[in-house]
């Protein structure tokens, strides 16, 4: 804030300063939006001649494909380049200018954002974080990375077209400094604003959709701030998109930013506001709202291994406000606790939980977090407390100590009550890994009833039935990948190079003599797999699946 002060109040003589410093020089970047062709065009003018850009954010390597760089004057450009440490543009000569240009991208980037998100009246959010990049310099080592700059921003679109950044909008154009990595909004959608969030919603979206976000968000968050006692110290800016895509299409995406929800559905399935669906969508909406806490105003330190920590507690407190906003009963919660324990089982394999972004384990970060999110919390109430108190203790510290890990929980943990069983459950999860009877022990002591069963003991729609023995098949058969269409008693599978026996197109209707429908047969495919024994298909294709570990087995209510 800023205030003119009366001549009155100021000094007769005002003490001599030093002048303010330059600021550092910085890498100037033009964004041009294209509406008519849904491209866009990016310059980076850097503050001198340099050997070629690289893209800083490289957990997902795209641009190679995609991007058009222009050549220039100073060399002619040798083409995006992918590489271990990422993806680069190098020229022949040194220059300080480089325009790409790339159409609307919104294809899914495995545990990242998105580039482009589209609305389905026509408005594009673009993530800042993919444009980010720093100078390449020659030396007699070749050419090397530099230190990132700072990078200042100009936005440009049709002229009556609106730019939305943070809280400040324009018509046309707008100049920013150095922005975190968030999504810019093109368009020329009116935010709906209150104290609490600004959210553009697509106009697209189902009407049940938009109705349930505008109730829920507002409760969700006062519900967060009561069990945490952390009021959010911001108010977020919240994108809702929605592409119909196929018929019986249904899912959802989206992620916390720095103070923005970018929430997304795609799918016609979402038309119809059945009871799971309704229930699915409100779990979305309060788990990337329980990011705004844990990773936006309190982040947590350590990196990716601390995924874990920020994906299962979102998880968990999402389903713990939807049972206590009472959008699920008790028995629902339990089941949804077992169906949690169960994917992670599946999810986590026999590694260490800590580790599971290694192998690409990402799942396992949100059930298994989950679970022992849940057994952390029944053993704080054992002691008197919740685990809404052990995290506002947490937040209170991290605003202290600029962060917070698994470390600091296990101390708020400690601090409780002697008994040490959920510090010891979290350290061997994390350094050992989970099997099904640690698991179950610690559910039942947490005061959860389970059945440990197998997967073919479990009773499932036919339907489900095929969808887990195609992903088994394409595991078996063509290195994890997949592309299969449900069939009444049958299995189509598409064509992939990536297959053997099933490489044309197969299509499957029993695994040794079993219809493919049944518990049977995938009980006869997971026995072979498991004492390394072949399979047999329609028309005697045969498969080897020795090298597949078993499915994990399933928690169930002892009375199931």
Not at 39 to 46: A, E, L, P
């Amino acid at each position: 804030m800023f205030m003119i002060v009366p001549a009155w109040f100021a000094c007769a003589h005002p003490p001599e300063t030093e002048p303010l410093p330059e600021p550092p020089p910085g890498i100037e970047v033009v964004v041009r939006e294209d509406p008519g062709s849904d491209s866009w065009t990016v310059t980076y003018t850097f503050p001198e001649p340099v050997s070629g850009l690289w893209w800083t954010r490289t957990r997902n390597q795209f641009r190679a494909d995609s991007w058009e760089a222009e050549g220039g004057t100073a060399g002619e450009t040798e083409g995006v380049t992918g590489a271990r440490w990422g993806e680069y543009l190098a020229v022949d000569g040194d220059r300080d200018t480089f325009t790409l240009r790339f159409t609307t991208d919104t294809a899914y980037k495995e545990k990242d954002y998105e580039l482009n998100l589209a609305f389905s009246e026509g408005s594009r959010l673009l993530y800042t974080g993919h444009l980010r990049v720093a100078a390449m310099a020659r030396s007699e080592a070749g050419i090397e990375r530099q230190d990132p700059l700072p990078m200042r921003w100009r936005l440009e679109t049709a002229s009556e077209r609106g730019i939305f950044v943070g809280r400040a909008s324009a018509d046309g154009s707008m100049s920013v400094g150095d922005l975190n990595d968030i999504y810019i909004y093109f368009g020329d959608l009116e935010p709906v604003a209150d104290a609490r969030v600004t959210a553009f919603i697509d106009p697209g979206m189902p009407t049940w959709m938009v109705e349930d976000t505008r109730a829920f968000v507002p409760e969700v968050f006062a519900y967060f701030a009561g069990a945490t006692g952390a009021n959010l110290n911001f108010a977020p800016t919240v994108f809702l998109s929605y592409i119909p895509g196929e018929e019986g299409m249904e899912s959802y995406g989206g992620g916390g930013l720095f103070h923005q929800m970018q929430l997304g559905a795609m799918g016609q399935a979402w038309q119809a506001p059945t009871e799971a669906r309704r229930k699915t969508w409100l779990w979305f909406l309060a788990h990337e709202s329980f990011h705004m806490w844990n990773g936006q105003m309190f982040p947590t330190r350590g990196g990716a291994a601390e995924e874990w920590l920020s994906e299962g507690s979102a998880s968990y407190f999402a389903d713990r406000a939807l049972r206590d906003l009472g959008h699920m009963d008790d028995a629902q919660f339990d089941a949804v606790m077992r169906e949690h324990a169960s994917t992670c089982l599946h999810a986590v394999g026999d590694a260490p939980l800590r580790t599971a972004h290694v192998t690409g384990r990402y799942r396992a970060f949100y059930a298994c977090g989950e679970s022992l999110m849940f057994v952390t919390e029944r053993q704080a109430e054992a002691a008197g407390s919740n685990l809404g108190a052990v995290f506002g203790d947490l937040f209170r510290r991290a605003g202290i100590l600029d962060g917070w890990s698994t470390y600091d929980l296990l101390e708020g943990i400690e601090a409780l009550a002697e008994d040490p069983l959920a510090p010891a459950f979290i350290m061997e999860a994390l350094s050992e890994g989970l099997d099904a009877e640690t698991l179950g022990a610690a559910l039942e002591g947490a005061g959860l009833p389970v059945a440990i069963k197998q997967p073919w003991e479990v009773e499932r729609s036919e339907e489900a039935t095929q969808r887990i023995i195609a992903r088994r098949l394409g595991a078996c058969d063509c290195d994890g990948e997949v592309s299969a269409e449900n069939r009444e008693g049958a299995i189509a599978f598409q064509p992939l190079e990536t297959c053997d026996a099933l490489a044309q197109g197969m299509v499957v209707t029993e695994i040794d003599g079993h219809p493919v429908a049944t518990v049977a047969a995938l009980e006869a495919l997971e026995t072979a797999i498991a004492v390394g024994e072949q399979v047999t298909l329609d028309g005697g294709v045969v498969l080897e699946c020795g090298a597949l570990a078993p499915l994990a087995p399933v928690f169930m209510a002892p009375d199931e």
